[in-house]
């Protein structure tokens, strides 16, 4: 498991020092904010939607390793997804942080995150991209992890 765990740091790091999709999208027609004031994170989301398909989306703000890395590859997970399968895929991934996954197969590489549920403060990082992409669906402006 001492290996697995630092393949898991590895993709973390990469993810917070690389962030993919880290851009506003102009011609997005949902966004939300999200904060987590606990750890500083500030997330904005920008989906471009064709009906209830994620056609793009794109990120921008500043947050720890964990909250950005999550939600770079939260836009990653979700891309070309239906609002209702992201919503799906996000419910197996807050079964992973908090240790209680039920298909933690159907994750794919998000399974990275699982070490976060020995953390339960860094939980909300680790979420804090997904509430914002269920905000954004939802089309509720701003969140807050209070
Ligand atoms: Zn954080």
Not at 77 to 88: F, L
Request: proline share 4%.
């Amino acid at each position: 498991m001492a290996d697995l765990k630092a393949l898991y740091q590895e993709v973390i790091l990469d993810h917070s020092k690389n962030p993919r999709n880290f851009h506003s999208l102009p011609d997005a027609d949902r966004t939300a904010v999200g904060r987590n004031p606990l750890c500083g994170d500030q997330f904005t989301v920008y989906l471009r939607m064709d009906g209830d398909t994620i056609v793009d989306i794109g990120f921008e703000g500043q947050g720890c390793a964990i909250s950005k890395s999550s939600a770079s590859m939260m836009t990653q997970a979700v891309k070309g997804k239906t609002g209702v399968e992201a919503e799906g895929l996000f419910d197996r991934f807050h079964e992973l942080v908090t240790g209680k996954p039920a298909e933690p197969e159907a994750l794919g590489k998000l399974a990275v995150f699982s070490g976060v549920s020995e953390f339960p403060i860094r939980v909300k990082c680790a979420s804090l991209a997904w509430h914002t992409l269920k905000a954004a669906l939802e089309a509720k402006g701003a969140i807050s992890m209070e």
